[in-house]
Every structure is written in structure tokens, then in C-alpha cells.
């Protein structure tokens, strides 16, 4: 029994010994406990020296601190975590954490946090996905057109307006059709108008259109925003172009085989209305009367109803015309007005949107050379041109034309003497005998 007693004790003296060599932590007694709440404070033995545990252990692991204090303080940073972020902040394993300090060093660089660079990439990825689900342009396309339609028929737009918009549905459809309408961007509207072969004011008037349609997808949230916005095309400065008397009298005499165009030359040429504004014009907005003409606001370009005065030398044309008309000026039949208004430029020579080009004989010799393209607008600066020298105030001829003063002094600095212009408003319809 003695010698089982001896075994005992060297047993009991290995055990101890072997616990001190490893680390093992003994068993805290209550009065070892120094925070009950969680985490847990535990004074402890390790390794023959006194310790600090700090037991954040379900949610958490376990933590040696060489002095009660700082025991104390990093369990009531543990406590403090958990109440702002919850458990998930407390669990995070080392290499998430690690991953998380060397992001946001990269990201203090630039000023910006881990939420700044988590919310970049989700709304990134977020509006991915809806640039691939949202819908083609050639959709959006179609249902702008149809919505231009609807427009027309309750007259909130002219027939031009609505030819104009069926032609640059089909242009655009040609260039955007099969792009998803989120993923046109400002570099593939630029590249668009850069491959335009046509002229500056051509190439801005696509912009223009491309505008209002994409203007028309943000209101029907198919986009956040308009690529075509900020964009711009310069447009050199030239001279407008001003028909000389003799060409405005050599018109209206060859109009004399084109009467349906008769009307709309007269306005254009003495009361300065726009192309539009005149081919939409109605019989029962013009008053000889009281000698004024109605724009009307769905028809101007500025939205805004306007009347124009008539002066004596429209007064005389538009007497006989108007003379028991009603409905458009044009005609009831927009195409044979645009038949007439053609073969009448075409008859004094103007090239026509590639027409009356130039013909050659059989040995392919020119018979007729292409004649020049119609100024645009030009009937309109005519107008101008010639009224300024009359009465002198620019500020009366921007609300006749319905523009502002400054575009009035831009476009019509040229002086035209004050004889010519008396003779321009002196071209009369014949006296009928």
C-alpha cells in the first residue's frame, strides 16, 4: 500500500508538471471570475504566470490580456461592437478581417470607405442587369413614333413635324435598332453624328431629334438619363441667303404653273413664317380683315401662339386667294402641295434633295448641269431682309418672326439699301382688267 501511495505522488507531481510545460489553463473558481456578462472575464494561470481571458465564446473565440485593464477594455470593445453590428462584426474570421483593413488602406488613397466602394459596385452591377433587360431601341423607337401619331391626330402637331419624325425613326433604327436603350451612352451618340455625311445643320438637327427622343425614354423610365444632353455641334457662321428681287418676282411668276404653291410662296416671302409654320397654316387663321395671320402655338417653334400683321403687299396677293377658301393653305392633299413646291424650284433650276441633277447625251456630254441646291430658308431671311431697311426695328421684326432680338442681329447684319427693299414690296399681283 505504501509503495502504490509513492506511485501515487509521482504520478500527481508528472501530471502537474506536464500541465505548466503545455500551457494548460486551470480551472477558473468563481472567485477567479472577474465579469460574469459577455464577454467573460477570467483570471487564469498560464504557464505559471496570471492572466486575463477574455471569453467571447458562442459567437466569438477566446483572448489572453496580460493586465486586468486592458482584459476589460477589449471586452467592452467586444460588447460595443456587437451592439452596433451585431454578431457578424464580432465572428469575422481573421482573413475576411485581414482583407478588410488592406481594402480600406487602398481605398483611403482616394478618399473613400469600404461603403462607398460596396454601393459603387452593387448600383455598377445593378445597372448592368438592367441595361441587358431593358429594350431594344428599335422598340422604343416604334412607340415614340406612335405616341407622335397620337399627338397628330389631336392636332397638338404639324403633318411635317410627323413626316420629319417617321423619317428619323428609320435613320436612327438603322444606327441604334439592336442596342438595348440603357446602353447608348454619350461616346455612341457622337459616334453616330461623326459618321453623318452631310452638312453641320444637318448633322445638329439629328441631335436635336436624338435629344427629344431620349427625352421621351426618361419619361417613360426606360433610362435615368439623356446620352445626347451636352452634346454639340458647331455650326460655322455663314451669310444667310437672300433671294434678290429679281429672283423673288421670277418665283412667284413661275408659281403661275403651280398654283397650289401660289399661297404658301406669298406668306413665306411677305409675312416671314417659317417652312412649317406656313404648310400648316389654316384659311380660317388668316384674317384680311383685321390684317393679321394666327400662328397657332402647336405649330410655332417656340410653343407660343403669335400674330402676324399683313402688310399692303400680302394684303394684295392674299385678297384674290383667299377668296372662298377654307381648310389648309396647302391644299387638302399634302403631297400635291409638295409636288407643286418642288416642280416650281426645279423649274427655275434648283437641284431639289438630289433631283434635276444633271442630264448628259448619249456620248456622255452635259446637256444640263445640276442646278444649285434651294437655300433653306431662305424665303423666310428674304422676308426679313428686305422689312429691316423699311422700318428699322429689330426688336418688332423678332416678334413678327418669332425669335429674339439677338438672332435677329446675327442673321441680318447686311445692310440692303433702302431703294431695293422698296422695290421688293413692290412686286403686286397684275391688275385683272
Not at 40 to 59: C, E, F, M, T
Not at 325 to 347: C, D, H, M, Q, T
Request: include cysteine.
Amino acid at each position: 500500500m505504501a509503495k502504490f501511495g509513492k506511485y501515487f505522488r509521482i504520478l500527481v507531481d508528472f501530471l502537474a508538471k506536464f500541465g505548466e510545460t503545455f500551457g494548460e489553463m486551470k480551472p477558473a473558481r468563481k472567485s477567479n471570475v472577474v465579469r460574469e456578462e459577455w464577454p467573460k472575464i477570467v483570471k487564469i494561470v498560464l504557464n505559471g504566470n496570471l492572466r486575463w481571458q477574455v471569453d467571447a465564446r458562442p459567437s466569438g473565440r477566446r483572448e489572453i490580456c496580460k493586465s486586468e485593464i486592458e482584459a476589460i477594455r477589449r471586452a467592452n470593445a467586444l460588447a460595443k461592437t456587437k451592439l452596433e453590428q451585431g454578431t457578424a462584426a464580432v465572428t469575422m474570421p481573421p482573413q475576411l478581417r485581414a482583407m478588410a483593413i488592406e481594402c480600406h488602406e487602398k481605398l483611403a488613397v482616394w478618399g473613400k470607405t469600404l461603403r462607398d466602394a460596396t454601393a459603387y459596385y452593387i448600383a455598377s452591377m445593378e445597372d448592368a442587369r438592367l441595361r441587358e433587360e431593358s429594350h431594344l431601341m428599335q422598340f422604343c423607337l416604334k412607340e415614340w413614333l406612335t405616341v407622335r401619331e397620337e399627338e397628330h391626330k389631336r392636332k397638338d402637331i404639324s403633318d411635317a413635324t410627323l413626316r420629319e419624325t417617321k423619317s428619323m425613326r428609320k435613320i436612327f433604327a438603322n444606327a441604334f435598332g439592336n442596342i438595348n436603350v440603357r446602353a447608348v451612352n454619350r461616346q455612341h451618340v457622337e459616334t453616330f453624328l461623326g459618321s453623318v455625311e452631310k452638312g453641320p445643320r444637318t448633322r445638329n438637327n439629328y441631335r436635336v431629334k436624338l435629344g427629344t427622343f431620349f427625352n421621351f425614354a426618361r419619361n417613360k423610365g426606360w433610362i435615368d438619363h439623356n446620352p445626347a444632353a451636352g452634346i454639340k455641334v458647331r455650326i460655322p457662321d455663314e451669310e444667310v441667303v437672300v433671294l434678290s428681287v429679281e429672283e423673288a418676282h421670277s418665283l412667284i411668276k413661275a408659281a403661275s404653273d403651280f398654283p397650289l404653291a401660289l399661297p404658301y410662296l406669298v406668306i413665306s416671302l411677305f409675312a416671314g413664317l417659317r417652312p412649317y409654320e406656313a404648310q400648316a397654316l389654316d384659311w380660317s387663321n388668316v384674317f384680311l380683315k383685321t390684317r393679321q395671320i394666327r400662328v397657332l402655338a402647336a405649330t410655332s417653334k417656340t410653343r407660343e401662339t403669335r400674330y402676324v400683321p399683313i402688310n399692303d403687299t400680302l394684303l394684295a396677293w392674299l385678297t384674290p386667294l383667299a377668296k372662298g377658301k377654307s381648310g389648309p393653305v396647302i391644299g387638302p392633299v399634302p403631297g400635291y402641295f409638295r409636288n407643286a413646291w418642288e416642280g416650281l424650284r426645279a423649274s427655275l433650276g434648283y437641284c431639289i434633295d438630289g433631283k434635276n441633277v444633271e442630264e448628259r447625251s448619249e456620248q456622255g456630254e452635259i446637256i444640263k448641269e445640276q442646278g444649285p441646291e434651294w437655300p433653306p430658308d431662305c424665303l423666310r431671311h428674304t422676308f426679313a431682309s428686305y422689312w429691316l431697311p423699311i422700318h428699322h426695328s429689330r426688336s418688332e421684326l423678332a416678334e413678327i418672326m418669332g425669335n429674339s432680338e439677338s438672332v435677329i442681329r446675327k442673321h441680318y447684319r447686311r445692310a440692303v439699301p433702302a431703294n431695293v427693299a422698296q422695290s421688293y414690296w413692290k412686286i403686286l399681283p397684275k391688275k385683272r382688267r
